[in-house]
């Protein structure tokens, strides 16, 4: 009673559902074991052999797969589960707008805290293509030096922004 013969004559050694679903809880999927069991029959319905060993061993295989896809996948949700962030949500609609208008805040805070010969220095440097060892001549340092006092000011504006929205 340990095999079962399908009306076609096709997988006439099929072990009893039974059976599987026993292999399957042993190897220890638990409520998917009906679902595992199906996609192993289904995996070697097209198989014409008739020796029950040959495709006991295949379903045997197919199952212990799937059992193990099925740990893979549930562990991968509950990594997912534990840690929130990993989980892509969408941004809300006032977080999307923040992110819009902060760098044109940020900018005019910027404008409003930095020394006017930095704001010159930056402006000439972006706007108006002056190279740093140009702007470094005309106030007779080197660029280095130049472009160190300029990203001093700005870390120091940028730090009192910071601080100022705590």
Do not use: C
Request: no cysteine; glycine share 4%; aromatic share 4%.
């Amino acid at each position: 009673m340990a095999e079962q013969s399908s009306p076609s004559g096709a997988n006439a050694a099929v072990p009893h559902p039974e059976r599987l679903l026993r292999f399957a809880r042993m190897m220890g999927a638990g409520p998917e074991s009906e679902n595992v069991v199906h996609e192993a029959l289904r995996a070697v319905a097209g198989d014409e052999s008739s020796d029950a060993q040959r495709v006991w061993s295949l379903l045997a295989a197919i199952l212990a797969e799937r059992v193990a896809d099925r740990y893979r996948q549930i562990a991968r949700a509950q990594i997912l589960i534990r840690h929130r962030a990993l989980v892509p949500t969408r941004p809300s609609v006032t977080h999307a707008l923040a992110d819009r208008t902060e760098p044109t805040w940020t900018a005019q805070q910027l404008v409003r805290l930095l020394p006017r010969d930095v704001l010159d220095l930056l402006w000439s440097h972006h706007v108006g293509d002056a190279t740093w060892a140009e702007l470094a001549a005309h106030q007779q340092v080197s660029a280095e030096v130049l472009k160190q006092r300029v990203d001093r000011a700005v870390r120091a504006a940028l730090r009192r922004i910071v601080l100022s929205r705590r």
